[in-house]
């Protein structure tokens, strides 16, 4: 087995391929208790999804054999088939935690899960059908033998590949930010959560090839993500709730709805404003991996060329 020096530690082939290997086997679990509706299944095989789509353009470069594009394409649509069941939990489930101080809020609350328990019927039955077993075995073929190609190879474009991922997942979580500033506006709020999942991501697989420390600029991003994700969960539960016809006939239902609403708009509004309380620390964070953690995993960082970010 291959092995190479990387800022003082050996990493060898077998430990980049167990990082393919860890998230495969996550996703592996889960899309059992996902295919038969389980709330922490859908929601824990879309996390193990999103992960191995991080991997596999970094981990993959300069692999014979290996078809990248296909196999992101398939992840990406495995991503996009437990999407829209993963929004109708999450919204289920915050309807529940919502405390109404109405005597109607009850019969509200009711009508407003059957509906949306109505309305997770289509997404699941897609959601069967991307998880049933040919899908299945065709993607498990390809991760494995993704995870094999990386054990077997010795090539170190892998580093290069991860700087550069690096480096544009850092800018876009910047100029996103950037692009949000201060404002209470959802979707540019959004876009501020997906960079940060993103460049969370490629963080651990950073600090799992062993290139950099990496613990505490995941903390930040992890609690961020947190707060932005709620944050995000409320506005589309709005959304559900906005498009539920005929569930609140009469004028106390009608008060109670309203009455739900406003709950989640204050709710919204302290959200956002823990998130402007972490936002100096969450923007040091890309600044951080563009000024000290790339240069470490950038091939430059062992040959003194700087070449691992050109183009960022």
């Not at 899960?113 to 897609?126: G, H, N, S, T, V």
């Not at 998880?131 to 892998?158: H, I, V």
């Not at 979580?173 to 876009?191: I, N």
């Not at 505490?216 to 991003?221: Q, Y």
């Amino acid at each position: 087995m291959a092995a190479r020096r990387t800022g003082g530690s050996t990493q060898s082939e077998g430990d980049l391929a167990a990082i393919v290997t860890r998230r495969h086997d996550a996703l592996r679990a889960e899309t059992a208790p996902a295919r038969a509706g389980k709330v922490a299944g859908v929601h824990q095989a879309r996390v193990a999804s999103r992960r191995l789509r991080e991997v596999v353009p970094i981990l993959g470069r300069g692999l014979e054999g290996v078809h990248k594009k296909s196999l992101g394409r398939d992840l990406r649509a495995l991503t996009r088939a437990l999407g829209p069941v993963r929004e109708l939990d999450v919204a289920k489930s915050m309807i529940d935690e919502l405390l109404l101080d109405s005597p109607d809020a009850g019969r509200l609350t009711s009508a407003w899960q059957e509906w949306l328990e109505r309305k997770r019927r289509a997404p699941m039955r897609d959601l069967r059908k991307a998880l049933g077993a040919t899908p299945r075995r065709a993607l498990d073929r390809e991760l494995d033998g993704f995870a094999a190609s990386r054990t077997t190879s010795d090539n170190d474009k892998w580093r290069q590949a991860l700087a550069q991922r690096l480096a544009a997942r850092a800018e876009d979580l910047r100029d996103q930010m950037e692009r949000a500033g201060t404002r209470y506006e959802p979707e540019p709020l959004h876009q501020v959560r997906i960079a940060t999942k993103k460049l969370r991501y490629v963080l651990e697989i950073t600090g799992e090839a062993g290139l950099a420390a990496v613990s505490r600029p995941l903390r930040t991003l992890k609690a961020a993500q947190e707060s932005l994700g709620r944050l995000h969960d409320f506005d589309v539960l709005l959304t559900f709730l906005r498009g539920v016809p005929g569930t609140a006939p009469g004028e106390h239902l009608q008060h109670a709805a309203a009455n739900a609403v406003s709950v989640i708009e204050r709710e919204s509004r302290i959200l956002h404003g823990r998130y402007l309380r972490s936002r100096p620390a969450l923007l040091r964070v890309p600044d951080m991996t563009l000024a000290e953690i790339v240069p470490k995993v950038s091939p430059a960082a062992e040959t003194g060329r700087d070449e691992g970010t050109r183009g960022y």
